[in-house]
């Protein structure tokens, strides 16, 4: 997914702000990257499995916390 085309769905009803925008602009390479890193190390969630999906859930975060510490990606 491009800037643009997450920002056209961030945009669906009309409420992202011009202080959002700028966000996304300043900060897209940083948490783009961050994001598809994060998607390559997350485990399978199963066909309908609560403890894998949760496991996945924990992997992602534990992963953003990995990335705060040694990036020095921000929380926002």
């Given amino acids: 997914m ?7 769905i ?3 009803n009309g409420t992202l ?3 959002d925008l700028e966000g996304i602009e300043f900060n897209w390479r940083a948490e783009n990257e961050a994001a598809l ?6 485990p399978g969630i199963g066909f309908l499995s609560v403890k894998q999906r949760l496991n996945a859930f ?6 953003f916390d990995k990335l705060i510490d040694e990036r020095g990606l921000t929380e926002e």
């Fill in 2 to 8: 491009d800037k643009d085309q997450f920002v056209a």
């Fill in 10 to 12: 961030l945009n669906r």
């Fill in 17 to 19: 702000h011009d202080k």
């Fill in 37 to 42: 890193s994060v998607s390559a190390a997350m």
């Fill in 58 to 63: 924990f992997a992602a975060c534990r992963h």
